[in-house]
């Protein structure tokens, strides 16, 4: 598609449990990134993807975080146990991957957590 | 620590008039620097971009400027519209092949008719 598809739009899980995310990213974009939006507007790197794999994971809490990128499938980003801390809007974004191309950003994912 | 900040959190400026937001860096490694606006509920939109080779890059109504020296970026809008309130964000790549934008925590935007 033209767009960055971010489902669902809005995911509202008690402490604990899982909250799964998903991204469909235009086609032809060979980088996928995650971004997590905390309340004060900051945006913070998670990861990113070229096609299914992991480029860059330096950004990716190492306990409860996973992502991937499967062939065919949209991408995903799952928090396993989650906490209050994890309530954020979570942005998905694509690239062609072409040397400084801006990222195309998804409406993004908004989790509360409760 | 931050590496790209955007001092004013917010900014009122008439329409018709120039808007003015400003955004410093401090990663020498910084080397291409976008800007993006943003609506309540949607994602960021790409708007425009600099490399660090050039000093000023100009797309219709938006101009963003470029002081290497003094670590500097500003976006200048105008004439300013209503449709232009929004939240802007400072960006900028590394380079070095890493792909990974480091965003400013962006300023609100409001033109008042």
């Known amino acids: 598609g033209e767009e960055v598809a971010q489902t669902p739009k809005h995911l509202v899980r008690g402490e604990g449990q899982k909250a799964k995310l998903y991204c469909a990213p235009i086609?032809?974009?060979?980088?996928v990134f995650w971004y997590q939006q905390v309340l004060k507007n900051e945006f913070k790197f998670l990861i990113s993807?070229?096609?299914?794999?992991?480029?860059?994971e330096t950004g990716m809490p190492k306990e409860r975080f996973s992502a991937k990128c499967l062939p065919n499938s949209p991408c995903s980003l799952e928090i396993q146990a989650t906490k209050l801390e994890d309530s954020a809007v979570y942005f998905c974004a694509s690239s062609p991957g072409t040397v400084n191309s801006p990222l195309h950003f998804g409406n993004g994912t908004r989790l509360t957590v409760t | 620590d931050q590496q790209v900040k955007q001092n004013s959190p917010s900014l009122s400026v008439q329409e018709g008039r120039i808007s003015i937001l400003n955004c410093d860096y401090t990663n020498s490694m910084f080397d291409y620097f976008l800007w993006y606006k943003k609506y309540p509920a949607e994602g960021p939109t790409f708007l425009i971009s600099?490399?660090?080779?050039?000093d000023k890059n100009e797309d219709g109504r938006f101009t963003v400027f470029l002081n290497k020296s003094a670590k500097h970026l500003s976006l200048h809008i105008v004439p300013s519209q209503p449709g232009d309130s929004a939240v802007y964000f400072c960006?900028?790549?590394?380079?070095?092949?890493?792909?990974?934008?480091?965003f400013g925590k962006g300023t609100k935007l409001s033109v008042i008719p």
């Open positions: 993807f070229q096609n299914e794999n992991v480029f860059d």
């Open positions: 086609k032809g974009h060979s980088y």
């Open positions: 960006a900028a790549y590394s380079g070095a092949g890493s792909y990974q934008l480091t």
């Open positions: 600099i490399s660090s080779i050039k």
